[in-house]
């Protein structure tokens, strides 16, 4: 599989955990006790995840592009 595929499918793949918190944070689950039961904790570490791999499916993509273009020079000069 390419790099930049892979870099792609993990940005996607963050995006969606990102989504899935935004919605229990916003939701709130509301326990039968009638207390919002959101962990806050496993919401920000769940957050953090995120934003970690989105940066290192980033840099994936980047570099592909980098390498990609590297390629094209050596075919062209």
Known sequence: MEIQSIGLAG?????EKLAAVAKRLSGGAIAS?????????AEMVALME?????????????????????SILDVLG
Do not use: C, M
Not at 11 to 15: F, G, M, S, T
Not at 33 to 41: E, H, I, Q, R, Y
């Open 50 to 70: 995120a934003k970690n791999a989105s940066g290192a499916n980033l840099k994936a993509v980047e570099t592909a592009n980098e390498l990609a273009s590297l």
């Open 33 to 41: 006790s009638g207390a919002d039961s959101v962990d806050l904790s």
């Open 11 to 15: 940005l996607e793949k963050a995006q």
